[in-house]
């Protein structure tokens, strides 16, 4: 398994010289002090020197960390779907991607509540420039994508990235997340990139390819946030797409948009994890003999999936209305909502710039859009 030191998270053999390591940085004191406010430094420190699995580091201070957060930055979190799923079995969660670290973060928190097995996560590697971030990357079992790469390493990544997820589902027992796309959404689309499939079935050790993807089990995840808590902070790239300007990221961007998702209100959350696919393969698989077609014809099951149980919430509707100048969803939100929507729009955002004002309500209209598709769907 050396082939994927690169990549991988640590091994238990690890994990405590790891966080003796990390011990005392002033991100891991401020980190614990947010989670354990009334527990004196001397006896976390201890608690973390105990720690010598990867679950144990999870269960006992990121789980912890991350019900404080929902406690104190979050209206509560609701779930759908997870008694679908069955104990001690692995599945591939492809999920919608709004938040760098909360998405994949909450996913488990719930997983480990249903007593199911939870994830090893992709991260993008420019996401844990920082040494400490990597290393509490690897200590939440994450697994680094490779991003800056050239077309020829690229594939070589790829093909690594692929074999890796394939051991860990088939033969770990390891769950896996991993985004739809690469990067978060920014404009509210969200929508299955074919290239992340494609990556997956590198690994594949069947005649077709829709065998392979029954095996290591599809499950699509639908998470959404009342309000995004990086929102503003996505308008520089989406009013440069809209100029037709090349986006250029500025220092440590990636680390604010971290942080600001993870410290940023959210008012309500929800995460749906829908059905394993798996009849749907079978069709896929009549109608398709061309693995590209097959791809791109998962790609939109997926979506189906992951659009049709979205969660809407007043933000989404209020933003539809406003860019509309309609009032067609006004019975699903309150006038306060609304100026409390209102307000948000201009404390954040330039109103005078059209460009940045259509940008805006379109990152929360857009979710509105995508259900109209799915008949009955609101």
Request: glycine share 4%; hydrophobic share 40%.
């Amino acid at each position: 398994m050396s082939k994927f030191d690169a990549i991988r998270p640590f091994y238990e053999t690890e994990v405590n010289d790891a966080i003796q390591g990390v011990l005392h940085h002033p991100m891991m004191k401020a980190l614990m002090n947010f989670t354990f406010p009334d527990l004196p430094d001397e006896i976390w420190k201890e608690q973390l020197l105990r720690t010598h699995s990867t679950r144990d580091f999870q269960c006992n201070f990121t789980y912890k960390s991350l019900k404080k957060i929902l406690e104190k930055k979050s209206d509560g979190l609701t779930t759908s779907g997870f008694e679908k799923l069955q104990k001690n079995t692995p599945y591939l969660f492809i999920s919608n991607h709004r938040d760098i670290l909360l998405d994949t973060s909450l996913l488990n928190a719930c997983l480990f509540e249903n007593k199911l097995v939870m994830t090893a996560s992709a991260i993008g590697d420019n996401l844990v420039q920082k040494s400490f971030l990597r290393t509490l990357a690897r200590l939440n079992r994450n697994f680094l994508v490779q991003r800056g790469l050239s077309p020829r390493e690229m594939l070589q990544s790829s093909k690594l990235l692929s074999e890796y997820i394939s051991i860990l589902l088939q033969h770990e027992n390891r769950s896996i997340w991993i985004a739809q796309r690469e990067g978060r959404t920014k404009d509210g689309n969200d929508a299955t990139n074919p290239g992340v499939l494609k990556m997956l079935a590198m690994a594949s050790d069947e005649e077709n390819l829709m065998d392979y993807f029954k095996k290591i089990q599809i499950v699509p995840v639908s998470i959404s946030y009342e309000y995004d808590p990086t929102d503003f902070l996505k308008m520089p790239q989406l009013l440069a797409e809209a100029k037709q300007e090349i986006y250029i990221k500025e220092k440590n961007e990636d680390f604010i948009n971290l942080m600001s998702g993870v410290m940023g209100q959210k008012k309500r959350i929800h995460i749906h994890v829908g059905d394993v696919l798996d009849k749907e393969l079978d069709i896929i698989k009549e109608l398709h003999e061309n693995s590209n077609k097959q791809i791109q014809a998962l790609a939109q099951i997926i979506d189906d999936s992951i659009l049709s149980n979205y969660k809407l919430w007043p933000t989404n509707y209020i933003a539809y209305d406003i860019l509309n100048k309609t009032t067609t969803y006004q019975h699903l939100y309150t006038e306060n909502e609304k100026s409390l929507f209102e307000r948000r729009l201009e404390m954040r955002i330039d109103y005078s710039n059209p460009l940045a004002l259509q940008g805006f309500l379109s990152m929360y209209a857009n979710p509105v859009v995508n259900k109209l598709k799915y008949e009955n769907a609101i």
